[in-house]
Structure formats: C-alpha cells, structure tokens
C-alpha cells in the first residue's frame, strides 16, 4: 500500500512511537484469507487501531494498493526486495516475519515505477486500486482468474 504523509509526524502505536517524515511510503503486509476485507477496512476513516498501519492512516492518506492474490506468504520476500530501494522504518509492523520492518520511506519521489518493477520481477500476479470501489470491482470481475 502507498501511503503520503503531509507532514513530518509522531505516530504513536499502543507499545512504540514512529518519527516519520513527510513523504511517500510503502506498508507491505498480508491478509492470506481476507484480502479484500483487510484492503477495505484500510480505506476505511472510522476503524478500531489493530495494526500499526492503523495509527499511520490516522495521519496519511492512501494513493493507491495492490491487491496480491496468493496462497502462499510473499509479505517477507517483498519487504526484503523493498530494502534495497527505500529507507526502512525500523520495527513498523512485521512482527511476525524475520525482516526489520513493514514500512519504507520514498521520501518525495512516488514509488509506483519502483514497484512495478519488483512485482513483476517476482512474477506476481497483481492489481493497483486507488479506492474501494475497485476493489469492489475487482472483487465481481476478476477474483476467480487471479487465483494461483
């Protein structure tokens, strides 16, 4: 999910607290049997904070998912691809995979090209929404032939 920050922010979780700065992020996460419901509840204004994803929405704004259908994690491989092209925020969600964090910073510059790129080098299937209506959409249209 790419998520813009307006401005710098104290993001503070139930046991953590973030100094983030203005700018584009990725959150990479996984929701192996509620993709859609998860993506949704995301878009969401009004939701009970779970996730640290939750608090940062608080404050940023979503420009757009991607919708990864797959019956196998990727959450680990995809952040650890991220690694190599963004700043990681150290100890954002990820606390059930072996990587450092969930969450990385693009500064000012979008992270679409950058994550085309991987998604496509990791031979993932994948659709970009931008609102919930697509997911919707996407959902009655074209759930059954992305199934791996």
């Keep these: 999910m790419v998520v813009f920050l307006e401005k710098d922010q104290e993001i503070?979780?139930?046991?953590?607290?973030?100094?983030?700065?203005?700018?584009?992020?990725?959150y990479v996460g996984s929701a192996m049997n509620s993709l859609e419901g998860r993506v949704l509840r995301h878009f969401r204004q009004k939701k009970r904070f779970h996730w640290h994803i939750d608090y940062l929405l608080d404050k940023a704004r979503i420009i757009e998912a991607y919708l990864i259908?797959?019956?196998?994690?990727?959450?680990?491989?995809?952040?650890?691809?991220?690694?190599?092209?963004?700043?990681?925020v150290n100890g954002f969600g990820a606390s059930d995979v072996s990587t450092k964090t969930n969450l990385y910073y693009f500064g000012n510059n979008p992270p679409g090209e950058i994550l085309y790129t991987i998604l496509n080098s990791m031979k993932l299937k994948?659709?970009?929404?931008?609102?919930?209506?697509?997911?919707?959409?996407?959902?009655?249209?074209?759930?059954?032939?992305?199934?791996?």
């Design 12 to 26: 503070k979780t139930k046991a953590k607290k973030f100094i983030l700065k203005r700018g584009y992020y990725v």
């Design 126 to 148: 994948w659709k970009r929404i931008k609102n919930p209506q697509e997911i919707m959409e996407w959902r009655e249209n074209d759930v059954e032939n992305w199934k791996s």
């Design 69 to 88: 259908p797959s019956n196998v994690k990727i959450e680990e491989n995809l952040s650890m691809a991220l690694d190599s092209h963004a700043v990681g």
